[in-house]
């Protein structure tokens, strides 16, 4: 089936007019990339990439290969369609104990959308990124060839796959390995931190943590610049493996962006940050407010108004440390932009994925709305990330320029020999992927 | 443990309903077109917890084939302690407009198919004195709207004849659920524009599904406030309705 539609991704900006292709079934993908002519074409998960990662003229989408195909309760080994959704993984396989090993902070995503963005969470610097944990993928490079690909068999293409958002062929399969866990709850604990310094402190004494994220008041300035809550977790073994937890609100229309303003949102974040009076807080929370607290609010993208927004996410390597972290800290309070619940995190060693994201070091995610003053604004911080040696995340990047990706993703050009060798250029491209000039 | 059989079983919210009853460790026998969706959807209800999934290929618009099937589908499952009937196309109503086979056509596949499975369906069930008959009609079949009339003419026939069906039935035991959804998120339903707000997901309309065959309800309207929706615009008086957009 094909419609012809307005897609966007999760930041609501652009906003495209695309012919959208939904197949049921593997044979139906095949098809649909017979069919697709010569523009190039990108596939499509539930759109939760921020900017115009899934965007293309002709678009795959692939929600509905989303089944389940093979499972091993002593291993933990799990085969399925590269459309099916962490949220149904975690509700199939949480009540038999086991878990995800990688969640980033939603669950409304794909697996193959996981894998093309070899996406990271709050265990970063323990257990890497989502790919480690991938043993093989299905990969389609042309309705004639689906190769199996692995870290032993066409591991450049494993490589270039795994955080190649989607430019190397379409993902049909992912066969994952789940981690073990013997509750559904987490042992969380929250720590006041009342500058920069204090939080970067805080992760180096928190390391041990398996789970680790900070959320960051960027409007704060002076002494308090950079104050934030570090909320670290654990599994629990209390051996309640309750399912997921129902019912979440949802947020029916835009909000006028007007709303959002320095004003509103200081006042928001100074309420959350003294929400905590005690400098340690410990409790004991369900998987779901702990991994995914935005999912609780369905929609929540129509905050930030109907001409949507931004998340800007880098990072930059440890030896830049506290300064380069202060530095850009300091740009953005004084730009007054600024979001709720930015997420501050120190990231584990880099893998070997081309175009993988994480580095060691520290990174910084935050929301802005679309507005005048942005887009410069974010190229100052550009130059900043780039001049200590970090870069920015693909996944939610709307705007970046060719020159800092080529600059910050010193793999680029392997990355292209790899999609030349398996002749997929140019046939998977989406408006991020032309924007970068990967392709024309 | 339930003994399942879904006709359409690959329809979207055949799929979600099933995978309510294979946690509960189901025995499924499943009846759909597509015989590599039925393949992979076979193992995915499996894996969740299904005791055994059979299936085989079954265009219901086949009606010579349709006894058969449903034999082999009782000989497998043993007693049937439901049965779904969830397939449905979705048909252009311009199509329809323009070319009177066209029609008739999505008459034969929405409606026609349904009440002779159903009428064969009964019978088994009439003997076995206990099941539940669930049917998926729709909101679309309360009231003719100019958008699409020809499948709510369809959906208006299978409610009514399943109107029928629960009276007879209800003498020996068994139970009939006439589903009508409201605007669901399926394949089905993807190239058509709705207000997103009134969309529900194939999963919450399976949750209610699961529940009305638990609690033996006799029409449900999912999600529940369709009821109230339907009920205003059945209301409406022709002189207006006829010029509403609806």
Partial sequence: ?440 | MKKILIIGATSAIAEATARCYAKEGAMFYLLARNEERLASLASDLKIRGALSVDYSLLDVKERANHEQELLRAKDTLGNIDIALVAHGTLGNQGACEEDPEVALLELETNAFSTIALLTRLANIFEKQSHGTLAVISSVAGDRGRASNYVYGTAKAAVTTFCEGLQARMFKSGVHVLIIKPGLVATPMTEGLSMPAFLVAEPALIAADIFRAIEKKIDVLYTPWFWKYIMIGIIHIPATLFKKANL
Wanted: aromatic content about 10%; overall charge positive.
């Fill in chain 1, 1 to 440: 089936m094909s419609f012809s539609k307005s897609i966007y991704g999760w930041g609501r900006y652009p906003v495209i007019k695309a012919d959208v292709q939904v197949p049921l079934v593997q044979s139906g993908v095949k098809a649909a990339v017979q069919n697709s002519g010569q523009g190039g074409m990108i596939t499509r998960g539930f759109g939760r990439s921020y900017g115009d990662s899934s965007l293309a003229d002709y678009v795959v989408e692939m929600r509905h290969i989303n089944h389940l195909l093979a499972f091993s309760s002593k291993t933990g080994r799990v085969v399925c369609g590269a459309g099916i959704s962490m949220a149904d993984l975690l509700e199939v396989f949480v009540p038999m104990g086991w878990f995800l090993p990688v969640t980033p902070g939603t669950k409304h995503i794909t697996l193959g959308g996981a894998v093309a963005s070899d996406v990271h969470g709050k265990n970063h610097h323990i257990s890497g990124c989502f790919c480690e944990y991938v043993e093989s993928i299905e990969l389609l490079v042309n309705p004639d060839c689906v190769l199996v690909c692995s870290r032993s068999t066409h591991s450049d293409l494993f490589h270039a796959t795994c955080g190649g958002m989607g430019l190397t062929g379409i993902i049909l399969s992912v066969n994952l390995q789940l981690k073990p866990v013997s509750s559904a709850f987490i042992n969380q604990k929250t720590l006041k931190a009342q500058n920069i310094n204090e939080a970067l402190e805080l992760f180096e004494t928190n390391q041990g943590s398996t789970y680790s994220v900070a959320w960051i008041d960027c409007l704060a300035t002076a002494s308090s610049l950079g104050r934030s809550l570090l909320m670290v977790g654990e599994h629990s073994s209390d051996n309640i493996l309750v399912g997921s937890s129902k019912h979440s609100l949802s947020m029916p229309v835009d909000m006028p962006s007007s709303l959002l303003n320095r004003f509103s949102i200081q006042l928001f974040n100074t309420l959350y940050y003294n929400r905590i009076t005690k400098k340690e807080v410990k409790n004991r929370v369900h998987y779901e407010p702990f991994f995914y607290p935005l999912d609780g609010l369905q929609d929540w993208n129509r905050l930030y108004g109907k001409n949507g927004f931004t998340q800007y996410q880098f990072v930059i390597p440890k030896e830049a440390g506290q300064v380069g972290m202060t530095k850009i800290l300091k740009e953005i309070a004084a730009s007054g932009k600024g979001s709720f619940l930015a997420v501050l995190k120190v990231f584990g060693k880099q893998n070997d994925n081309l175009l993988s994201f994480p580095l060691a070091g520290y990174t910084l995610a935050l929301d802005f709305k679309i507005e005048k003053g942005l887009f410069p604004l974010l190229d100052r911080l550009d130059a900043m990330v780039l001049d200590y040696g970090g870069r920015i995340y693909l996944t939610k990047d709307v705007r970046m320029s060719e020159q800092t990706f080529k600059q910050s993703y010193p793999h680029w050009q392997q990355f292209q020999t790899i999609r030349e060798q398996y002749g997929v250029k140019g046939v998977f491209a989406s408006y991020q992927s032309r924007r970068l000039g990967l392709d024309t």
